[in-house]
């Protein structure tokens, strides 16, 4: 979610602006990694890393889905992005 749509959710009459990345800065961020693919399950709400783990069985999750290899979840590919208003609505919600 872009920072300035949170902003505006929370306090859409507030005073803000926009002043540019800063020097080391992150644009994006990494959830699953596609090194983790190999070892990602989807559910039908989430996402399971699974340990890496010789001791470790998958019975729990043996009817799920493996991502594909080479699959990564990062936040430049995020398909949900919802707008100020749509957050603002959850935000109340929640109240």
Do not use: C
Request: no cysteine.
């Amino acid at each position: 979610m872009k920072i300035s749509y949170m902003a505006k959710a929370i306090a859409p009459d507030a005073p803000f602006r926009i002043i540019g990345i800063r020097p080391g800065e992150k644009i994006h961020e990494t959830l699953i990694s596609e090194l983790e693919s190999v070892r990602t399950k989807r559910l039908s709400d989430r996402y399971v890393i699974l340990p890496d783990q010789p001791w470790w069985t998958q019975e729990q999750y043996a009817g799920d889905a493996m991502v594909p290899e080479g699959w990564s979840y990062t936040s430049d590919k995020n398909d949900w992005m919802i707008s100020p208003l749509e957050l603002a609505k959850l935000l109340k919600e929640d109240e």
